[in-house]
């Protein structure tokens, strides 16, 4: 068993190392726009799988294609040994079917993204603050507790939602998430961060890992 277990291992080991080759290309109508996952997370479409295809579809719109599912590096290494998954961070990055092959100019951009979007322009809250907006925030409401970004080709605001305890035991859960919209090489795409809120920690990784996120994604359209 224990030689099952350390090739078991290797096969993860080469299965996450190539999932952490390089940015990829996916095809939106006419345009090839470039992809890539930050820095700790992997994309895992390439696996195939049906359970993970199921979890990343919990977290979109049916009329959305997914054209990323990111989980971080050490789930993903839990996946191939068939290890249970911690999930606390994932992200994703979506195209709308209908807008697919539509070219998207920057009036048009600034249509989809206000419809999709709520407007703020208050900064999210920080510390005993934010402490104290989620402990009244009731179940199954996402609240906007701020904006991110605002730019001619990139909209991007920060969502909290309390979801419902497992058992009257545990407490419930608060999920934070960026939602973003970004124009790319005359597409609109989404692309959403997810991390479970357990102390203003979090809010920082939210933002920093959103910001990084989309100058990646711009740097690597721009060639």
């Known amino acids: 068993m224990p030689h099952v277990r350390a090739a078991t291992a290797l096969i993860g080991f080469l299965f996450v190392s190539a999932a ?8 939106v ?10 820095p700790g997370f992997a994309d895992t479409t ?7 295809q199921e979890l990343a579809e919990s977290l979109t719109s049916p009329s959305n294609r997914i054209l990323l599912f990111a989980i971080s590096d050490g789930d993903l290494r839990k996946f191939t040994l068939g ?6 961070r994932s992200m994703i990055a979506v195209t709308s079917k209908e807008l697919e092959r539509e070219h998207v ?3 048009r951009f600034a249509q989809i993204s206000a419809a999709a979007l709520p407007r703020s322009g208050a900064q999210p809250p920080a510390g005993a603050e934010l402490a104290e907006y989620i402990a009244r925030q009731a179940p199954g409401q996402p609240a906007l507790l701020g904006e ?7 909209v991007s605001v920060l969502m909290g939602e309390r979801g419902a305890p497992a058992s009257r035991s545990q407490k419930a859960p608060y999920m934070l998430s960026s939602n973003t919209f970004m124009l790319l090489r005359g597409k609109a795409l989404q692309f959403v961060v ?7 920690a979090d809010v920082d990784w939210v933002r920093s890992i959103t910001a990084r996120w989309i100058d990646d994604l711009r740097r690597l359209n721009s060639r």
């Open 20 to 27: 952490l080759a390089a940015p990829f290309a996916v095809q």
């Open 29 to 38: 109508g006419e345009a090839r726009i470039g992809l890539d996952a930050p």
């Open 83 to 88: 290890d249970p998954l911690e999930l606390r």
């Open 194 to 200: 997810f991390s479970l809120y357990e102390s203003p």
């Open 148 to 154: 991110l970004r605002r730019d001619a080709d990139v």
């Open 46 to 52: 390439f696996t195939g799988s049906p359970r993970l």
């Open 105 to 107: 100019g920057a009036q």
